[in-house]
Nanobody
Framework: VQLQASGGGLVQAGGSLRLSCAAS????????IGWFRQAPGKEREGVSL????????YYFDSAKGRFTISSDNAKNTVYLQMNSLKPEDTGVYYC??????????????????WGKGTLVTVSS
């Protein structure tokens, strides 16, 4: 199982980034793919989830209104479009996969596989 996150970088406040999560080694359609982040000195928190089988999504409070999650099933890749970025969005962003529907993971835990993160730094 591999989950490869990419697309992080340095951006000014108000800017945008698009993260990608390329998945392999498991049945993509059976899993919920999620984005999580960990800011320096803080606990990891959920950002957004998507089910590739039915397109259902879930946004944690940190992402509502500014971030959009999407899935390209042909490429087994999930994207996170992040707009209007704020310095508090700074952190390492991880993608993860959990077997089952989005609703199983809306509490922010229970994912089965994790990838290495990609660093997002938002300057003020």
């Amino acid at each position: 199982v591999q989950l490869q996150a990419s697309g992080g970088g340095l951006v000014q406040a108000g800017g945008s980034l698009r993260l990608s999560c390329a998945a392999s080694g498991f049945s993509f359609d059976d899993y919920t793919i999620g984005w999580f982040r960990q800011a320096p000195g803080k606990e990891r928190e959920g950002v957004s989830l998507i089910s590739s089988s039915d397109g259902s999504t879930y946004y944690f409070d940190s992402a509502k209104g500014r971030f959009t999650i999407s899935s390209d099933n042909a490429k087994n890749t999930v994207y996170l479009q992040m707009n209007s970025l704020k310095p508090e969005d700074t952190g390492v962003y991880y993608c993860a996969a959990g077997l089952g529907r989005v609703t199983l993971f809306s509490a922010g835990y229970g994912m089965d596989y994790w990838g290495k993160g990609t660093l997002v730094t938002v300057s003020s």
